[in-house]
């Protein structure tokens, strides 16, 4: 029998996979804690917002759940979200692995995704990723312009 947290973890990945960024949102605590290599730290509704986001601007993606275990009040994931970036049009396959913290609510109170930069900034940007995607400039760069919209979603 699954454990309720493993059961969060699936609620959650199957929202994606709708694109339903609300009802990720609702999967997470009111004082969640978010990070990953492009939003290195979110805090509270801009982790939901940045769900909301993303998954509102998505087209053609597709988020498939390769492995997931909880136990406790820790969990993982191993995700993997097809898409077009709509920035440069190119496609991209990212394999992502998350680890999350639950409280006793069973609602995610940490979430951490990890994946490699470089493989999706060459993927996303094309030859500038290629070329200068393992620089500092360019993940900040990225970071930057992610950040400037979802502050710009918000603020909506």
Known sequence: MASINDEQIR??????AERDGAAM????????RFSDPVFPDLRGPEAGA??????????DLEIELAEHA????????RWIAR?????????????????????PDALI????????FYSWA?????????LLGWTPIVKGGVRKQARASLDAFIAE
Do not use: I, K
């Open 11 to 16: 609620r959650f990945y199957a929202a994606f």
């Open 25 to 32: 949102e609702a999967c997470y605590a009111p004082d969640v």
């Open 50 to 59: 940045m769900w909301r986001m993303l998954t509102g601007q998505a087209e």
């Open 70 to 77: 909880a136990e406790g009040d820790t969990g993982s994931a």
């Open 83 to 103: 898409y077009t970036f709509t920035r440069s049009g190119r496609p991209v396959v990212n394999d992502v692995r998350a680890s999350f913290r639950f409280g």
């Open 109 to 116: 109170r940490e979430h951490t995704d990890d994946f490699n």
């Open 122 to 130: 060459r993927q996303a940007l094309g030859l500038s990723g290629l």
